[in-house]
């Protein structure tokens, strides 16, 4: 499970802003606010699963360890590449 403290480092390593996650993750503002809060207020499973999957989506993992827990940003230049592959691929004749 991903901690609000880890959700709020992934978001500032994308340099996104709440809004922007909520879009993405396709939940509501108020419910990824709720994530995110330094009270560990209560969300849905589905929420906090929705809001991984499109962190993970932009490059970020998730890690955790016997010393803690984190997120790293994985390769940026990867990431770009493989939009641009699949760019190629919807422009390339069939």
């Given at each position: 499970?991903?901690?609000?403290?880890q959700v709020?480092a992934?978001?500032a390593?994308?340099?996104?802003t709440?809004e922007?996650?909520a879009e993405?993750a396709?939940?509501a503002?108020?419910?990824?606010k709720?994530?995110?809060s330094?009270r560990?207020?209560?969300?849905?499973?589905?929420?906090?699963?929705?809001?991984?999957?499109?962190?993970?989506?932009?490059?970020?993992?998730?890690?955790?360890?016997?010393?803690?827990r984190g997120?790293?940003?994985?390769?940026?230049?990867?990431?770009?590449?493989?939009r641009?592959?699949?760019?190629?691929r919807?422009r390339?004749p069939?």
């Amino acid at each position: 499970m991903i901690t609000g403290r880890q959700v709020r480092a992934a978001r500032a390593l994308l340099n996104w802003t709440q809004e922007m996650l909520a879009e993405k993750a396709l939940v509501a503002l108020t419910a990824l606010k709720r994530l995110e809060s330094e009270r560990g207020l209560g969300v849905h499973e589905g929420t906090t699963d929705q809001v991984r999957r499109a962190l993970e989506a932009a490059a970020i993992l998730f890690i955790e360890s016997g010393q803690g827990r984190g997120v790293m940003f994985l390769h940026e230049t990867s990431g770009n590449e493989a939009r641009q592959a699949r760019v190629r691929r919807v422009r390339s004749p069939t």
